[in-house]
């Protein structure tokens, strides 16, 4: 199986900082990677898919960047509205696996 | 818009069984893969399971291989998960989501539904 390792598990930013989330495969998945963000009592939402394209209606303030075994995603300016858990999943190979998720909040 | 339902969660013995339904509507269901994920309340996600959009070919994850089966009624427009053999560490919150055409791209999910293995 292939791991997704995310970090940092949690981080707290001012509203308007840079705030970024590193996830590692354990092998190469050249681009087969998406990001989503979950609120509280909410489902996963699709943010960004193929490692870089924005899933239709997300804010430009999100974008990832990396392939292969590192994988980094921004957001550019924190919103009071960001705050939730965002998991990255490979989808390279079958089983898929997500990151063990990055809560974020506003200090 | 697309709408996925899932029903059929509750509080179960272990050793019992149960079946989770996932509604599906705004969509041509007949022609989507549909996966099951589940999350530990607080934790993380997990895979279990994708079935292809005719039905024919599923792939489960090892922790329930053998003891879940996904399937699928594209006449009904719903997408099921029979869960046997439940264990206490398979309580969780179940979702259903829709893969996109061209890949394993989950782009659509229920509310989820929890099911409780306790006695």
């Known amino acids: 199986d292939i791991q997704m390792t995310q970090s940092p598990s949690s981080l707290s930013a001012s509203v308007g900082d840079r705030v970024t989330i590193t996830c590692r495969a354990s092998?190469?998945?050249?681009?087969?990677l998406n990001w989503y963000q979950q609120k509280p009592g909410k489902a996963p939402k699709l943010l960004i898919y193929?490692?870089?394209d924005l899933e239709t209606g997300v804010p430009s303030r999100f974008s990832e960047g990396g392939s292969g075994t590192e994988f980094s995603f921004t957001i550019s300016s924190l919103q009071p509205e960001d705050i939730a858990t965002y998991f990255c999943q490979q989808y390279a190979d079958l089983p898929l696996t997500f990151g063990g998720g990055t809560k974020v909040d506003i200090k | 818009q697309v709408l996925l339902v899932e029903s059929g969660g509750g509080v179960v013995q272990p050793g019992r069984s149960l079946r989770l339904s996932c509604a599906a509507s705004?969509?041509?269901?007949?022609?989507?893969?549909m996966h099951w994920v589940r999350q530990v309340p607080g934790k993380g996600l997990e895979w279990l399971a994708v079935?292809?959009?005719?039905?024919?070919?599923?792939y489960y994850a090892d922790s329930v291989k053998g003891r879940f089966t996904i399937s699928r009624d594209n006449s009904k427009n719903t997408l099921y998960l029979q869960m046997n053999s439940l264990r206490v560490e398979d309580t969780a919150v179940y979702y259903c989501a829709r893969q996109t055409l061209p890949a394993a791209i989950m782009d659509h999910w229920g509310q989820g539904t929890l099911v409780t293995v306790s006695s």
């Open positions: 705004g969509f041509t269901f007949n022609t989507y893969a």
């Open positions: 092998q190469d998945i050249t681009n087969y």
């Open positions: 079935i292809a959009y005719d039905g024919v070919n599923k």
């Open positions: 193929n490692a870089s």
